[in-house]
């Protein structure tokens, strides 16, 4: 079975593939799949479900953990992507991973596994993302401080920088000419577009510490909505406090405050 390239939403409904119109050789095919990789097929059904809303314009909420996780071998197949592909938002954004962040670990597990050559370009973009990261977001600070704006700019950084990637690679290019900044190929020419001066970081830092402060501590830091309700239910901080964490991060709605906090 082929997970698609989400923006082109190749399947948007299991009816397509299950249905009545389906071929009897498709619907072989996807029986066979679902007895021999449940996991798998789990998968697939979480990214049609998202592709039936929409292509995300963002990678999801925990795509950089799980971006580590891949490549440090925690994660090695896309089936254990499958319990970060959230179907019950409103919208493919509120997932850890998004229909297109799903796509794009996918092609990354891929090519790591497809010959040592692509591995070895694997390890040297994630390097430069790595280098990327530490630019983009707030130094000096705990790893566990989520710096919001850090990680958007990053996320951006890395979707627009990976189009030109993929440009760099159909055109026969290195990875030592892609990722060195001395190279006239070099991909990360654009960084400063995404990069904020020391004041905006500041000023970012205060609001993100008067936010955590304000909600017992920064050591109160949520990697989703999900992470967020739990801690409610868990009765770690209050409904009120959830709601205005939620806002601060655009997982609730100012006139649907009870979304995904729950009652």
């Given at each position: 079975?082929?997970y698609?390239?989400?923006?082109?939403?190749?399947?948007?409904?299991?009816i397509?593939i299950e249905?009545?119109n389906?071929?009897p050789?498709?619907?072989?095919a996807?029986?066979?799949?679902?007895m021999?990789?449940?996991g798998?097929a789990d998968?697939?059904i979480?990214?049609?479900?998202q592709?039936?809303?929409g292509?995300?314009k963002?990678?999801g909420?925990?795509?950089w953990?799980?971006y580590?996780?891949?490549?440090e071998?925690?994660i090695?197949?896309s089936?254990?992507?499958?319990?970060?592909?959230r179907?019950?938002g409103?919208?493919?954004?509120?997932?850890?991973?998004?229909n297109t962040?799903?796509v794009?670990?996918?092609?990354i597990?891929?090519?790591?596994?497809?010959?040592?050559?692509?591995s070895?370009?694997?390890?040297a973009?994630?390097?430069?993302f790595?280098?990327?990261r530490?630019a983009?977001r707030i130094?000096?600070v705990p790893?566990?401080?989520p710096?919001s704006v850090?990680s958007?700019k990053?996320?951006?950084f890395m979707?627009?920088?990976?189009?030109?990637?993929?440009a760099g690679?159909k055109?026969?290019?290195?990875a030592?000419q892609?990722?060195n900044?001395?190279?006239?190929d070099?991909?990360g020419n654009?960084?400063?577009?995404?990069?904020?001066t020391n004041?905006?970081?500041?000023?970012d830092?205060?609001?993100?510490?008067?936010?955590?402060?304000?909600m017992?501590?920064a050591?109160?830091?949520?990697?989703?909505?999900?992470?967020l309700?739990?801690?409610v239910d868990?009765?770690?901080i209050s409904?009120?406090?959830?709601?205005?964490y939620?806002?601060s991060?655009?997982?609730?709605?100012k006139?649907d405050?009870?979304?995904?906090i729950?009652e």
């Open positions: 079975m082929s698609g390239d989400s923006r082109n939403l190749p399947i948007t409904n299991m397509q249905g009545p389906a071929s050789e498709t619907k072989a996807w029986f066979d799949y679902k021999e990789n449940p798998g998968a697939i979480k990214v049609v479900n592709n039936s809303r292509v995300a963002t990678y909420t925990d795509f953990n799980q580590v996780n891949v490549m071998g925690k090695q197949n089936d254990q992507l499958a319990p970060y592909l179907v019950d409103k919208s493919p954004e509120d997932s850890p991973i998004t962040g799903f794009q670990l996918n092609n597990i891929d090519a790591k596994n497809k010959s040592p050559q692509e070895a370009f694997q390890k973009q994630f390097e430069f790595k280098q990327a530490g983009l130094s000096g790893s566990n401080f710096d850090g958007e990053l996320q951006q979707q627009v920088t990976t189009s030109r990637i993929q690679l055109a026969g290019k290195t030592d892609l990722f900044p001395k190279s006239a070099y991909v654009n960084m400063g577009l995404f990069q904020r004041a905006q970081k500041m000023q830092w205060q609001k993100e510490s008067a936010l955590q402060s304000s017992g501590g050591s109160l830091v949520f990697k989703d909505a999900a992470a309700k739990q801690a868990d009765k770690k409904r009120d406090e959830a709601i205005k939620g806002l991060k655009g997982w609730v709605r006139n405050p009870q979304v995904p729950g």
